[in-house]
């Protein structure tokens, strides 16, 4: 009696923008330029340091990885979003959010994984810069983005099956504007309360470790900048480190916000606002951050554009 009050879902209602009527079309106009800046920004990081020798080093490899991923980030959440933004019943497969959230969860993950990477890179490079060539070398770089990768995408197979193991029978309204954790398994009709508990055990993992070690490393970062005798030297360590904490602090004050807290306290407006934030607008902050407050970037970008510019006529 029990399976047959329970129905198959073969596809989600996104309600999550539905409510602001002809504002959607506005959205539209805002995310659609924000999106086709954001794709230019990263590919234009990931040009310059390709292009540029002298951005050949761990420092830069990572940033290169990191804009790839988010580029790929922002493929897996806008155009649906763009897309459901002109639709008058914005839906999604049940096949579809499942990949959605899938690649979402595993992106998200190796970007923590990564920026808390980039912190350990910062850390050789200042404390120990003598062995740094030796011991942040090309193989090491390799073997780290391969395992942020690989834990990253564990730790979405196994959110993905505690979500999509919950038989949705309830409703197929997302309130949401993607297929997010939360919002997805609150529309279970069992008791989810075990499985919440292992994301939030996983979201722990992902979120506080990688920031604590982040914060371990920079305190042994200032310790060293400060024994640093002149001022200028100082300024040029702190200067290499301020784009990478402007990161840090923004991608993981967003996502503790959302994800380091029990399912019941989900509000759906406040995390949506947020949610815009670390799925539209951080991907565009992250190459802004790095080319506006990094002199070897923009250096590199006017030797780039000065080399491919069309040559003056006579």
Do not use: W
Not at 48 to 67: C, E, K, N, Q, W
């Amino acid at each position: 009696m029990k399976r047959q009050n329970q129905s198959t879902v073969a596809e989600f209602i996104l309600i999550g923008f539905s409510n602001l009527g002809d504002l959607q079309i506005l959205l539209f106009f805002i995310f659609l330029l924000i999106y086709l800046t954001t794709l230019m920004a990263n590919a234009t990081i990931m040009t310059v340091i390709h292009l540029d020798r002298a951005l050949h080093t761990p420092m830069y490899f990572f940033l290169f990885v990191l804009s790839c991923s988010e580029t790929c980030y922002t493929l897996v959440i806008v155009p649906k979003m763009l897309t459901n933004l002109l639709s008058k019943i914005p839906t999604i497969s049940f096949s579809g959010c499942a990949a959605q959230l899938y690649f979402f969860v595993g992106l998200a993950c190796t970007n923590c994984f990564l920026i808390a990477v980039m912190g350990y890179d910062r850390y050789v490079a200042i404390c120990n810069p003598l062995n740094y060539t030796l011991i942040v070398s090309r193989a090491t770089c390799m073997r780290l983005v391969l395992a942020s990768s690989f834990c990253g995408f564990l730790t979405s197979v196994v959110v993905n099956i505690l979500v999509f193991t919950v038989p949705f029978c309830a409703s197929n309204r997302i309130n949401h504007f993607f297929c997010d954790i939360s919002p997805v398994i609150k529309l279970g009709c069992t008791d989810t309360n075990l499985k919440e508990m292992v994301i939030f055990f996983l979201s722990i993992l992902v979120l506080l470790v990688p920031l604590v070690l982040i914060f371990i490393s920079y305190v042994f970062i200032v310790s060293t900048i400060l024994k640093i005798s002149s001022a200028e030297g100082q300024r040029k360590a702190f200067a290499t480190c301020a784009s990478h904490l402007t990161v840090v602090i923004v991608h993981y004050g967003c996502a503790s916000f959302i994800y380091l807290r029990p399912t019941s306290l989900y509000s759906s407006d406040k995390d949506r606002l947020v949610a815009v934030t670390y799925t539209v607008i951080t991907p565009l902050l992250n190459p802004l951050v790095y080319t506006l407050r990094n002199k070897e970037v923009k250096l590199a970008l006017r030797k780039v554009l000065s080399r491919y510019s069309f040559p003056k006529t006579v």
